[in-house]
């Protein structure tokens, strides 16, 4: 797990564009694994103004959504199929064809799940995932509790997670309880994953990823098991880090040839 603390958002942004950049170069049909959230947003404004003015090129990309919500009617402006649609997708040249979201509307939730991730094996496996965190911890939407090794499956929100997102719906009554996300065992199988955090709000959920141990009642701490995992904080989200100055000495003195 590599922890990178950068000055700012626009940071965060440039040098997560920069590995997508480079994995679109050697691999033009690279599978993208596609979060959500408020954290990724930047990511995006990057990529889309880069796609606009050097012309990366997705043409041949693929992107898998980490997840989606259950019982919204299909268009429904907050359904992740709609959100990645509006905050990347529309911007680049990537074929609608091949980006998928788990289907939230599916009558048979199981077969969905399943075939999910049947599509995402049969695309070659994720290369990248961006991800966020949750304040409890969680990636996707593997709440706390979620087994290390779980699949693409239906959960159940917790309210602080319905809360949080709240202030995408108007309303917390309108957050719907359920959703399916790929599972910590789906995620974990993305050959690098890049996790964005900023705001002392994730300063707590960073250090217990990071630092603490690798338990289910802290989702994202599975991260710590992974090979190539790359964690990009702002000063914010770092202040509870206990190791920051180390973090911050090995990238300043990080070799040049080695990248994210
Ligand atoms: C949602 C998403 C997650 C995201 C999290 C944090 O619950 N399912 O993928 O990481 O929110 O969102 P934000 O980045 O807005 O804090």
């Known amino acids: 797990m590599e922890v ?54 997705f043409s041949q990309a693929h992107g898998f959504a980490l ?9 429904h402006e907050q359904s992740y199929r709609e959100v990645i649609r509006r905050e990347f997708t529309d911007r680049v040249n990537i074929s609608e064809a091949k980006v998928h979201t788990p289907d939230g509307a599916a009558a048979d939730i199981p077969a969905a799940c399943e075939a999910y991730e049947e599509a995402i094996k049969a695309a070659g496996g994720v290369d990248l995932q961006i991800l966020g965190v949750g304040t409890d911890g969680h990636i996707g939407f593997n709440e706390p509790g979620s087994s290390l090794a779980s699949r693409t ?17 108007g309303s917390v009554n309108d957050v719907p309880h359920h959703v399916i996300t790929q599972g910590l065992g789906t995620i974990m199988e993305a050959r690098h994953v890049i996790l964005v955090a900023t705001g002392a709000q994730k ?39 206990k190791l920051a100055d180390y973090y911050r000495h090995s990238y300043d003195n990080k070799p040049a040839w080695q990248g994210l």
Do not use: W
């Not at 965060?12 to 997508?20: N, R, V």
């Not at 499956?153 to 719906?169: C, G, P, S, V, W």
């Not at 707590?204 to 710590?224: D, K, Y």
């Open 4 to 57: 990178v603390i950068l000055s700012g958002t626009s940071r965060i942004a440039s040098l997560a564009a920069d590995a997508i950049e480079a994995l679109l170069r050697r691999k033009p049909d690279a599978v993208l694994g596609l979060a959500t959230g408020s954290s990724p947003l930047p990511i995006y404004d990057e990529l889309a103004r880069r796609h606009d003015k050097d012309g990366l090129d």
């Open 67 to 75: 997840d989606e919500y259950v019982g919204l009617e299909p268009g």
């Open 153 to 169: 499956r239906i959960k159940t929100l917790i309210e602080q997670t319905r809360r949080d997102n709240a202030r995408f719906f």
């Open 203 to 241: 300063a707590q959920a960073v250090h217990n990823f990071v630092e603490g141990p690798v338990s289910a009642i802290c989702a994202a701490s599975v991260l710590q098991m992974h090979p190539h995992a790359t964690i990009l904080v702002d000063e914010a989200a770092a202040s509870s880090l």
